[in-house]
């Protein structure tokens, strides 16, 4: 069956400047993530919704970055005023319920000029 | 000290030859032990997944955890140019606590 996908796989934009990042889990995985990325590191845990609501937020770095999920289904990563060092992955995964095997996207590649 | 503590290599190998990764972690809450696979531009894939001590096998990958020391390993046998990746553990407690990785372990697998 069809995996996490992720749109757009390369993002460039413009310090300053807004972006949204996509994320379609698997089919009936009610429990989705987000991690970022960054060269040479691990993912390091952003956000995690367990249906339509953000179980989890801790590792979200500043006010700047929000996610949501409407519908328990497609979530997207919204990151306000672009800074140069947001750039990294970022990583979406989703699993059956929370506490199962995670399973990634192929990540989105954002670039902040 | 980060939670979970990994060598970032890289590691060279010969094909043919057993290659051995390994984390450290301080975290004694954790349980759950994961290793993901992840090649060049792509998302990472899960390897093996152990649950407390002990030994897991699937095919040429051993996956072993030493919970007494804080410390699992990651064992491939007759290892193979297509095994060049990096290596990701993976680790968590309970619940909703989050998924916490080591850096990653760059392996190159030379024919």
């Known amino acids: 069956g069809a995996g996490v996908s992720q749109t757009p796989s390369n993002k460039v934009t413009e310090k300053g400047k807004y972006v949204e990042l996509r994320c379609d889990p698997i089919?009936?995985?009610?429990?989705l993530y987000w991690y970022r990325q960054s060269l040479g590191q691990g993912p390091e845990f952003l956000i995690y919704?367990?249906?339509?609501?953000?179980?989890?937020d801790s590792g979200l770095p500043n006010d700047r970055f929000f996610a949501v999920r409407p519908e328990g289904s497609v979530s997207t990563l919204k990151i306000q005023r672009t800074e140069r060092g947001d750039s990294a992955v970022y990583l979406c995964?989703?699993?059956?319920?929370?506490?199962?095997?995670?399973?990634f996207g192929p990540g989105t590649r954002l670039l902040v000029l | 000290q980060k939670e979970v503590e990994q060598d970032p290599g890289p590691l060279s190998v010969p094909e043919g030859a057993i290659v051995s990764l390994n984390c450290t972690y301080s975290?004694?809450?954790?349980?759950?032990f994961m290793w993901y696979r992840q090649y060049s531009r792509k998302g990472p894939e899960l390897l093996m997944y152990?649950?407390?001590?002990g030994n897991k096998e699937d095919g040429r990958f051993t996956a072993q955890v030493d919970k007494s020391s804080k410390y699992i390993s990651l064992f491939i046998r007759d290892s193979q140019p297509s095994d060049s990746a990096t290596y990701l553990c993976?680790?968590?407690?309970?619940?909703?606590?989050?998924?916490?990785f080591g850096k990653g372990t760059r392996l190159s697998v030379i024919a």
């Open positions: 995964a989703s699993s059956l319920t929370d506490g199962e095997t995670q399973y």
């Open positions: 089919s009936g995985h009610t429990a």
């Open positions: 919704f367990q249906g339509t609501g953000a179980a989890d």
């Open positions: 975290n004694s809450a954790f349980q759950y």
């Open positions: 152990t649950y407390s001590s």
């Open positions: 993976a680790m968590w407690g309970s619940g909703n606590t989050p998924l916490v």
